[in-house]
Antibody, heavy 119, light 111 residues
């Protein structure tokens, strides 16, 4: 059964860069025709898609975050990563990594990791 | 402000039918499949419906999705206490080079 696990610092200072990685277990990133994505959920609020990456590095991203995000994939390590630049308190959220299905549905999610922007 | 519009709350007694609406536009629901997710407190979302009305393996048939032009609905038949959760609709939006969009979520309360 595919498992996704987020990792990264739980606290980031304002104006710095948030960096998260997602390790993929029991499935190969480059072994399937799926996109691998990042989503987030501010405390008490709804879900927001950040962006997704294909095993060859092609990406789609949220237009509202496009200028601040980079999503990359490391097939040798079977993981993908998110970098979000110039963070503010508004970026405080639970960040999920996920795998899309054949369409853009998301059948597989990580457990999520809380990132707090705090000085 | 979410791209897709859902009511913030819905409720029902055990055994009742509850329906959640999701309104979009031609560039999103009108052109693409709709998905529904259930999020229990403290947990990651779970896919309930994909391709407008298909259920992944393991999702009870009490949950059903439908779509009509630029709107979609999720129905929960035979409401159970364990159905108390947040529900989100989602789809692909063709505008701005394409992106995934969500509704603001609907909190379902079992009275």
């Amino acid at each position: 059964q595919l498992r996704l696990q987020e990792s990264g610092p739980g606290v980031v200072r304002p104006a710095e860069t948030l960096s998260l990685s997602c390790s993929v277990f029991y499935g190969a990133i480059d072994g399937s025709s799926y996109y691998w994505g990042w989503l987030r959920q501010p405390p008490g609020k709804g879900l927001e898609w950040i962006g997704s990456v294909y095993y060859n590095g092609n990406t789609y991203d949220n237009p509202s975050l496009r200028s601040r995000i980079s999503i990359s994939v490391d097939t040798s390590a079977n993981r993908f990563s998110l970098r979000l630049r110039s963070v503010s308190a508004a970026d405080t959220a639970v960040y999920y990594c996920a795998r899309h299905g054949v369409g853009w549905e998301i059948p597989a999610w990580g457990r999520g990791t809380l990132v707090t922007v705090f000085s | 402000q979410s791209v897709l519009t859902q009511p913030p709350s819905a409720s029902g007694t055990p055994g009742q039918r509850v329906t959640i609406s999701c309104f979009g536009s031609n560039s999103n629901i009108g052109s693409n499949y709709v998905f529904w997710y259930q999020q229990l407190p403290g947990a990651a979302p779970k896919l309930l419906v994909y391709r407008n009305n298909q259920r992944p393996s393991g999702v009870p048939d009490r949950f059903s999705g439908s779509k009509s032009v630029t709107s979609a609905s999720l129905a929960i038949n035979g409401l159970r206490p364990e159905d108390e959760a947040d529900y989100y609709c989602s789809t692909w939006d063709d505008s701005l080079s394409g992106h995934v969009v969500f509704g603001g979520g609907t909190k379902v309360t079992v009275l």
